[in-house]
C-alpha cells in the first residue's frame, strides 16, 4: 500500500513539474536516495551541462573532482572521479548528488548545489539563493548521464 501511494505521489509531482516552470529549492522531493522529478520541465542539455561542471567560478566541479575532459587542467581528487559516472547512477540519483549530497552521504564535503535552508556560514550576498539555478542542475545532471567510459 505504502508503495502505491509512494508512486501515485511522485507520478503527482512529476505532472506539477512539467507544469511548473522550475520546483523551487524548499519544494524538491527525494524519494530514497533519489530526486525522481527533474527541476524544470525544460529538459536538460547535455552540451551546456558540460559548460556548467567545467565552470571555474560557478559549479567549481573541477575543484574536487576529475573529469573526462583532457584539456581541462588542475582537476581536483577529493571527491570521486567522474568517469563513468552516467553508468553508476541514473539521472534521479545524479540529481539528488548535485542538489544536496549529504542526504545521501552525510559525511560529504560536497556542498548542497540547490539547497538553501538549514545551511551556515553563507556569505550575506548568496543566503537565500542555490548555487546553481534548477536549470543548470538539469543541465549538469543530462552532461553527468552522458559520461559512461
Keep these: 500500500m505504502r508503495t502505491v501511494r509512494l508512486v501515485l505521489a511522485v507520478s503527482m509531482l512529476a505532472v506539477l513539474a512539467a507544469a511548473a516552470s522550475e520546483v523551487s529549492p524548499d519544494a524538491v522531493v527525494v524519494v530514497g536516495d533519489t530526486i525522481p522529478v527533474p527541476l ?3 529538459p536538460g542539455d547535455a552540451v551546456r551541462g558540460r559548460a556548467v ?3 571555474r567560478a560557478n559549479g567549481n566541479c573541477l575543484i574536487c ?3 573526462p575532459e583532457p584539456a581541462e587542467p588542475f582537476q581536483g581528487d577529493i571527491g570521486p572521479d567522474l568517469r563513468g559516472v552516467g553508468l553508476r547512477l ?3 540519483e545524479l540529481r539528488l548528488r548535485l542538489v544536496d549530497a549529504s542526504r ?3 559525511a560529504t564535503v560536497m556542498p548542497p548545489y540547490y539547497r538553501i535552508s538549514g545551511l551556515t556560514r553563507v556569505d550575506a550576498r548568496y543566503r537565500g539563493k542555490p548555487a546553481l ?3 543548470e542542475i538539469e ?3 543530462a552532461y553527468l548521464a ?3 567510459d
Design 90 to 92: 541514473n539521472a534521479a
Design 139 to 141: 543541465d549538469a545532471v
Design 146 to 148: 552522458t559520461l559512461r
Design 53 to 55: 561542471v567545467l565552470d
Design 65 to 67: 573532482h576529475k573529469v
Design 104 to 106: 545521501s552521504n552525510p
Design 133 to 135: 539555478n534548477a536549470q
Design 40 to 42: 524544470t520541465a525544460t
